[in-house]
């Protein structure tokens, strides 16, 4: 049989590793203030572990004695879901967290010398640091899709396991009390205690370096200055899609030149370069639809590849963009300046399992459609495929 009291030593150990962890994390990661947060959650169950020391797990705690160690138990889970919520870049609700603790242990002092039973007492302890999980399960599952993380499902399964001991425990010290005040009971309670703890606190770390990977993959895969996908990004996306997928989806390509770029570049300085880059990438998503994979391919250039799309409705999406761009002067250092893009489309012919031939297609078109006039659409497609009419300018 496990010893009680040589539990009570890891489980204190186990706390203060973590704490130290988290602290010189933090102090290499300042920004990082969830890291603080998590520590000081920590400390609040490691001193109200250390309050515990010793005390036999049958013996009820006093009034005084357990209202405080109660509350820091319930402050630990409470601050716990402050820094998820500060991780989720959330802000912290600090008078809730605040109030959450309280309602952990004070009622519990003032229950028991009003003279209430003790299993009605443990009752208001348990609800409120149950709440306290409840948060913490609800901060993790209402994650959006975009920063969903495998890892968090680490924590989850740790605050699982607590949120459903504590509503399993207030089932007991009505129906069986003796049973919670078992020598046995304690010893469960500790290592079930250790088991959720460290895959909480484990969890965290692995969240964090998860979310750096995440953070360090899409920032290599975008282009800084406009936001879309660069040519790295581009061909990622197009792997993901292609493996949710048994045979690769019909494309086509759009690619996109802004007409006399040097010009503005050399008109409005590279500031005013940069801000129709921006803009041409803004009418570029509006014009697109949510499934298509838009990129800044290098210079002035943007590629799109379009999804489920023949010759003709990859013409017509071209066709809106081209209007899009020339419809509406751009705001560039204060004066209006008319862009115009000229674009070239082709297809991804039947038995290409690569874009490279279709690219040197759309590439040979927009070559055309520049040498033809500029702001214009031309289309280069497969020798099996007819051509479509296009509009030009």
């Given at each position: 049989?496990?010893?009680?009291?040589?539990?009570?030593?890891?489980s204190?150990?186990?706390?203060?590793?973590?704490?130290?962890?988290?602290?010189?994390?933090?102090?290499?990661?300042?920004?990082?203030?969830y890291?603080?947060?998590?520590?000081?959650?920590?400390?609040?169950?490691?001193v109200?572990?250390l309050?515990?020391l010793?005390?036999?797990?049958s013996?009820?705690?006093?009034?005084?004695?357990?209202?405080?160690v109660?509350?820091l138990?319930g402050a630990s889970?409470?601050?716990?879901w402050?820094?998820?919520?500060?991780?989720?870049?959330?802000?912290a609700?600090?008078p809730?967290?605040?109030v959450?603790?309280?309602?952990s242990?004070?009622?519990?002092?003032?229950?028991?010398?009003?003279g209430?039973?003790?299993?009605?007492?443990?009752?208001?302890?348990?609800g409120?640091?149950?709440?306290?999980t409840?948060?913490?399960?609800?901060?993790?599952l209402?994650?959006?899709?975009a920063?969903r993380?495998?890892?968090?499902?680490?924590?989850?399964?740790g605050?699982?396991?607590?949120?459903?001991?504590?509503l399993?425990?207030?089932?007991?010290?009505?129906?069986?009390?003796?049973?919670?005040?078992s020598?046995e009971s304690?010893?469960?309670?500790l290592l079930?205690?250790l088991?959720?703890?460290?895959?909480i606190?484990?969890?965290?770390?692995a969240m964090?370096?998860?979310r750096a990977?995440?953070?360090?993959?899409?920032?290599?895969?975008?282009?800084?200055?406009?936001?879309?996908?660069n040519r790295?990004?581009?061909?990622?996306?197009?792997?993901?899609?292609?493996?949710?997928?048994p045979?690769?989806?019909?494309?086509a390509?759009l690619?996109?030149?802004?007409?006399?770029?040097?010009?503005?570049?050399d008109?409005?300085g590279?500031?005013?370069?940069?801000?129709v880059?921006?803009g041409?990438?803004?009418?570029?998503?509006?014009?697109?639809?949510?499934?298509?994979?838009?990129?800044?391919?290098?210079g002035?250039?943007f590629l799109v590849?379009?999804d489920?799309?023949?010759?003709?409705?990859a013409?017509?999406?071209?066709?809106?963009l081209?209007?899009?761009?020339?419809?509406?002067?751009f705001?560039?250092?204060?004066a209006?300046?008319?862009?115009?893009?000229?674009?070239?489309v082709?297809?991804?012919a039947?038995?290409?399992?690569?874009?490279?031939?279709a690219?040197?297609?759309?590439?040979?078109?927009l070559?055309?459609?520049?040498?033809?006039?500029?702001n214009r659409?031309?289309l280069?497609l497969?020798?099996s495929?007819p051509?479509?009419e296009?509009?030009?300018?």
């Amino acid at each position: 049989m496990l010893d009680f009291h040589t539990l009570q030593v890891a489980s204190i150990s186990s706390r203060l590793a973590f704490v130290l962890v988290f602290f010189v994390t933090l102090l290499r990661h300042p920004r990082e203030i969830y890291f603080g947060v998590w520590a000081g959650a920590l400390c609040c169950s490691l001193v109200a572990s250390l309050m515990m020391l010793g005390d036999p797990p049958s013996v009820p705690l006093n009034a005084v004695k357990g209202s405080a160690v109660y509350v820091l138990y319930g402050a630990s889970l409470a601050t716990s879901w402050a820094g998820l919520r500060l991780f989720y870049e959330r802000t912290a609700l600090v008078p809730q967290t605040l109030v959450l603790a309280l309602a952990s242990g004070l009622p519990y002092g003032i229950l028991l010398q009003a003279g209430v039973s003790m299993s009605w007492c443990l009752t208001t302890v348990f609800g409120g640091i149950a709440l306290s999980t409840a948060l913490c399960i609800r901060e993790i599952l209402r994650t959006p899709a975009a920063m969903r993380l495998w890892t968090q499902y680490i924590v989850l399964s740790g605050f699982g396991g607590y949120f459903c001991v504590f509503l399993l425990s207030i089932g007991v010290v009505h129906l069986a009390s003796e049973r919670l005040a078992s020598p046995e009971s304690g010893v469960f309670s500790l290592l079930f205690d250790l088991w959720c703890g460290v895959f909480i606190q484990v969890g965290y770390l692995a969240m964090v370096s998860e979310r750096a990977h995440v953070k360090l993959s899409r920032l290599a895969e975008t282009d800084p200055l406009t936001g879309l996908a660069n040519r790295r990004g581009l061909f990622a996306a197009m792997s993901r899609r292609d493996g949710r997928t048994p045979s690769p989806p019909r494309r086509a390509l759009l690619l996109a030149d802004i007409d006399h770029f040097k010009a503005i570049n050399d008109t409005y300085g590279h500031d005013g370069g940069d801000a129709v880059l921006i803009g041409f990438a803004e009418r570029l998503r509006a014009v697109m639809r949510k499934e298509d994979i838009i990129a800044r391919w290098g210079g002035e250039e943007f590629l799109v590849v379009l999804d489920q799309a023949d010759a003709a409705a990859a013409a017509a999406v071209a066709e809106r963009l081209r209007r899009t761009a020339a419809g509406q002067p751009f705001a560039v250092n204060g004066a209006a300046v008319t862009v115009t893009a000229s674009i070239g489309v082709s297809i991804v012919a039947a038995g290409e399992e690569r874009i490279e031939p279709a690219l040197s297609r759309a590439d040979a078109a927009l070559y055309a459609a520049k040498r033809d006039g500029r702001n214009r659409v031309c289309l280069d497609l497969p020798a099996s495929l007819p051509e479509p009419e296009t509009r030009a300018a």
